[in-house]
């Protein structure tokens, strides 16, 4: 079977391709080296897909119609749209351009699929979706209240509506899973976990944007892309699909305990600068994953220590590399 990847450079892009290559899929994985951080990281996470007789890659935007339809000329079964603008804050300063992509971009990308007659999609939402989390419970995929609080999240919510358009219209069948925190092994540098430990490795204090209770369910690579995978292998298997499901570890850690365990884990004392919060910020994610477990049987299984003690480890030889 061909999957398309879209974001296939990326940190989760780039992990989901190297799974679907050892499952023997023929994966088309395209890019376009977004400046929101460096090519050569990029170019470094696509080293090994280059060298795979059955990955082909094409450097073209999503916001280009007419490059899709010109690269991308054979029919897939599947496409995993990762490709998307990220990053809450800086979409506050720039909105335009979030949904230019990921709204606009998206839409490019299902009107491709309608005129090659290809019937899957597994998008990539964002927890962002479900705005502030007011009473700090795990939060179900029908308890939107739909209260974005950063365009980057009105993109990802709109997107999600607008892949129900095309179900409806064209009969493609969909999983939109909204992501929680994804951390690990070429997760970007702009991501807090990336951020603590560059710092705390060169000596530098970390700044805690808040009094360090705000809380995120920290998911590690393997648990998601395991739910992208079987999530993919479910969409393939059916039809007549649109689901929405949480792919998140269920257990949500305050960013002060975040801090403390990075710490311990490098050996070092802290040293942590209080800021005020920042806006876009969302006080807590938290995932409910039942649907997920009954529907595709996901089941994540690292824990922090462990993901944490694996991206340590994954840093310290990329830099002494």
Avoid at 16 to 25: I, S
Avoid at 146 to 155: D, L, Q, R
Avoid at 196 to 219: C, H, P
Avoid at 253 to 282: A, F, H
């Amino acid at each position: 079977m061909k999957v398309l990847v879209s974001g296939c450079a990326g940190f989760i892009g780039s992990h989901v391709c190297e799974r679907l290559l050892e499952m023997g899929f023929s994966v088309i994985g395209i890019d376009n080296f977004s400046k929101f951080y460096s090519r050569e990281i990029k170019e470094s996470n696509l080293s090994y897909l280059k060298k795979h007789a059955n990955f082909h890659f094409f450097e073209l935007d999503i916001r280009d119609l007419k490059d899709i339809k010109s690269k991308l000329t054979e029919k897939v079964d599947l496409v995993i749209h990762l490709a998307a603008k990220a990053g809450v804050r800086p979409s506050i300063i720039d909105p335009e351009s979030y949904i230019d992509v990921n709204i606009k971009g998206s839409q490019h990308l299902l009107q491709w699929m309608v005129d090659m007659g290809c019937k899957k999609m597994f998008f990539a939402s964002s927890s962002s979706v479900y705005g502030n989390n007011k009473n700090g419970t795990a939060l179900s995929e029908n308890q939107l209240d739909g209260e974005p609080i950063s365009p980057y999240a009105f993109t990802k919510r709109s997107t999600e509506l607008m892949n129900y358009t095309y179900h409806h219209l064209y009969h493609i069948d969909f999983i939109n899973a909204r992501f929680f925190t994804v951390y690990g092994p070429r997760q970007r540098p702009d991501l807090a976990i990336h951020k603590f430990v560059k710092l705390i490795d060169s000596n530098q204090a970390i700044e805690m944007y808040g009094d360090g209770s705000t809380a995120r369910d920290y998911t590690y690579i393997s648990d998601t892309v395991d739910g992208i995978i079987s999530g993919s292998k479910y969409l393939l298997e059916n039809e007549n699909i649109f689901e929405t499901l949480n792919l998140g570890n269920s257990k949500p850690i305050k960013l002060r305990n975040l801090i403390g365990t990075i710490y311990k884990q490098m050996g070092v004392s802290q040293n942590v600068v209080q800021k005020e919060m920042q806006e876009g910020d969302v006080n807590i994610t938290f995932a409910d994953i039942t649907n997920a477990k009954k529907l595709i049987g996901y089941q994540p299984k690292v824990s922090l220590e462990e993901g944490i003690s694996n991206f340590i480890r994954w840093y310290k030889n990329l830099k002494d590399n």
